[in-house]
């Protein structure tokens, strides 16, 4: 055994440069797939993270047209509902319009309460509720852009007409790293007051009721009692969980997502063909040896699993360098897309997927030369031209 790795890693070191490019190759196509890998998992991460208690409610004609306000004491009355509490998105623009970054109305107190994920200091949380004009932001957008607790910045409305001003009263975490923290949050009686000297056409309304449900058995009930109360008023709801929510939103890209899958194999696809030449090549290369090795005695399954062994060894050595370089390639990613993907968490699943597509590689890459090498007749190996 210790003979046949000797031979093995001496094979692997034969040609420098050959094996140094099949390596940037393998490292750059299990880096790709790693990344874009991990690029689907984030877009899905809404869906996995979404609570199976948790009910949202929109207009039943389209997520953009708004709620009266005066539905969530309704909503509250009906009978299995813990809670509820409403947002707005915002869409304003800071400084210029390429700033993009969440923005939401919420009603401070209740939408806390209901989020858990979002952590919020209690010395924040008072000043939050104690400032009209408060925000607070995550910290990966307090980070973006440098927003400390004291600041005043200015978001130019687009569904909001005017500027507006929000004194920053903290900064938020998120329970685990799945969490977006790149969002900004702001009071929505400060939003409202505001619209009613403004635009009063757009006050007293919401866009969203998120709604929290005593029990898992009571959620397919509370969501058709919502929907039931406001049956054939001027604004018809429609309720669904924040999963189903969250797969909406999804499926709106679900083209996209299918694109970079393929496009994630088919890096994989490429990399195995330039393997599999490269193998070839060597094999080619060597068939004198091979024969050789079989006039003095070896089998020709011990030179099958030579080629079968360099091929595997460069592969997991790409590979392995390829699923290093992972983690940071795609949290700097995170960093350069901000708010497009708030977090790139590279998974284990991924990593093992990364790990699976290296070993496949350098299995596939190296039938053929195998075949052939243990084919080949002594007479003919001796006679090939290196």
Known sequence: MSQWLTLVARNVLRHRLRTSLTLVGLVVAILAFGVLQTVVKTWYAGVDSAVPSRLLTRNAISFALPLPQSYQKRIGAIEGVRRVTHMNWFGGIYKDSKNFFPQFAIDAASYLDMYPEILVPDEVRRAFLRERRGAIVGRKLAKRYGFKPGDVIQLRGTIFPG?????????????????????????????????????????DQVGLFAVDVVGLDSVADVSQAIDEVFRNSLAETLTETERAFQIGFVKQTEAILISIRVVSFVVIFIILAVMANTMAMTARERLREYATLKAIGFSPGYVARLILGESILIALIGGAIGIGLTPPIAARLAELSATLFP???????????QALAALVVGILAAILPMRRAARVRIVDGLRALG
């Open 163 to 203: 500027n507006w001003e929000f004194l920053i009263c903290g900064v938020f975490d998120g329970r685990d790293p799945k969490t977006d923290t790149s969002q900004l949050f702001f009071r929505w009686d400060y939003l409202n007051e505001t619209l009613r000297v403004r635009s009063k056409a757009q006050a």
């Open 343 to 353: 977090t790139l968490i590279v998974s284990v699943n991924t990593v093992m997927l």
